[in-house]
T-cell receptor, first 117, second 113 residues
Framework: DSGVTQTPKHLITATGQRVTLRCSPR?????VYWYQQSLDQGLQFLIQYYNGEERAKGNILERFSAQQFPDLHSELNLSSLELGDSALYFC????????????????FGPGTRLTVT | GENVEQHPSTLSVQEGDSAVIKCTYSDSASNYFPWYKQELGKRPQLIIDIRSNVGEKKDQRIAVTLNKTAKHFSLHITETQPEDSAVYFCAASMGGGSYIPTFGRGTSLIVHP
């Protein structure tokens, strides 16, 4: 158990719908990263938040958005869902930019499997 | 941006053999190289990592080597066991505040008893 929690574990929804995925980082970690993992694309970085603020963006679609709340949990919102959005969505947390080695290590949550039908 | 190539995509070995997975990266500014193991349906787990000021690092049966000049790094697993069967991902990143890793496509390691 990495200490990172994600809910829900599974989500089945229809095209055009909107869903929210939730992540709680490890205690003490300030940074949250979201990744999408699909069979043909591997692990793709979507977005990073650090202490409530967006820090970096990757291959995140405009239909997707995220935020990190004052208690440091994060939500990933996926809207106007398409069949191709079906994937495993992971969040990971790390200490953040503390300047020491620990800031580099990311701990992944168990993931949310999204199926769009 | 960074590009990470990982080979082979599938590796099949007999129990007790060694396994080697190789990755190359494109951005010479990358300085942190983690390796993750992902069992079927589970989360990626960090198994070992190396920073650019180190050429080799070992942890029991696992070792990672880094050649900064050639921009490649490798994972070595000795005395493989069936429980080593999983998908292994390499990644490269520039450390510091954001640390956004670019992942390889993964290697499916199968260890036959």
């Amino acid at each position: 158990d990495s200490g990172v929690t994600q809910t829900p574990k599974h989500l089945i929804t229809a095209t055009g719908q909107r869903v929210t995925l939730r992540c709680s980082p490890r205690s003490g970690d300030l940074s949250v990263y979201w990744y999408q993992q699909s069979l043909d694309q591997g692990l793709q970085f979507l977005i990073q938040y650090y202490n409530g603020e967006e820090r970096a963006k990757g291959n995140i679609l405009e239909r997707f958005s995220a935020q990190q709340f004052p208690d440091l949990h994060s939500e990933l919102n996926l809207s106007s869902l398409e069949l191709g959005d079906s994937a495993l969505y992971f969040c990971a947390s790390s200490v953040g930019s503390s300047g020491n080695r620990l800031s580099y290590e990311q701990y992944f949550g168990p993931g949310t499997r999204l199926t769009v039908t | 941006g960074e590009n990470v190539e990982q080979h082979p995509s599938t590796l099949s070995v007999q129990e007790g053999d060694s396994a080697v997975i190789k990755c190359t990266y494109s951005d010479s500014a990358s300085n942190y190289f983690p390796w993750y193991k992902q069992e079927l349906g589970k989360r990626p787990q960090l198994i070992i990592d190396i920073r650019s000021n180190v050429g080799e690092k070992k942890d029991q049966r696992i070792a990672v080597t880094l050649n900064k000049t050639a921009k490649h790094f490798s994972l070595h697993i000795t005395e493989t066991q069936p429980e080593d069967s999983a998908v292994y991902f390499c990644a490269a990143s520039m450390g510091g505040g954001s640390y956004i890793p670019t992942f390889g496509r993964g290697t499916s390691l199968i260890v036959h008893p």
